[in-house]
């Protein structure tokens, strides 16, 4: 899967959760995923929205309630929500959801090989705005995810990126993510 497509099925914070949840045996209807995600049912509809432009997911027509509706996995969403339950299974801890929930959070981690520039991430994920971008590191540095090197013998300072611990298992994940 290319950065543009990583981008966009990270672009609500849920969706990841609702295909790995999905795969884990949840009923695919908007409640009981909110429930077992810990989300509000407004942020994990517009999710299942989302997942159905994708074509990740389906409105199964045999059965639910007009308003109450049950959704299924597309031939492409099945390959999508095995690796995001493998993703799920790699964060246990409720603090590391937050992180990875983020738009860009993923799609930072996936570039990150081996040892990258601030300017070269940002080249390489073009629609991201340099706040976003050094909001996500930050945070990725905070969690020990990404190591930040400073190399003081240039003038001007280099920066540069490089994962660690559970941020090299994400990115190692974030490779095998089955092209669809």
Not at 122 to 132: C, E, G, H, I, M
Request: glycine share 6%.
């Amino acid at each position: 899967m290319d950065k543009t497509s990583l981008v966009k099925l990270c672009s609500r914070s849920w969706s990841l959760k609702a295909l790995a949840l999905i795969n884990g045996g949840c009923p695919a209807r908007v409640s009981p995923l909110a429930a077992a995600a810990g989300c509000g049912r407004t942020a994990m509809s517009a999710s299942i929205s989302h997942l159905q432009t994708l074509a990740l997911l389906e409105r199964n027509p045999g059965s639910g309630h007009p308003l109450r509706p049950e959704f299924r996995l597309t031939r492409k969403g099945h390959a999508l929500a095995e690796w995001a339950f493998e993703l799920d299974c790699l964060l246990p801890a409720p603090n590391d959801n937050i992180l990875y929930r983020g738009k860009w959070a993923l799609p930072v981690i996936s570039t990150l090989d081996p040892v990258q520039r601030y300017s070269q991430l940002k080249r390489q994920l073009p629609p991201v705005t340099d706040r976003a971008l050094s909001i996500c590191l930050g945070r990725l540095v905070a969690r020990r995810w990404v190591k930040r090197q400073v190399d003081s013998n240039s003038s001007p300072p280099a920066v540069s990126y490089c994962t660690l611990n559970k941020g090299r298992k994400l990115h190692n994940h974030v490779l095998l993510l089955p092209q669809v």
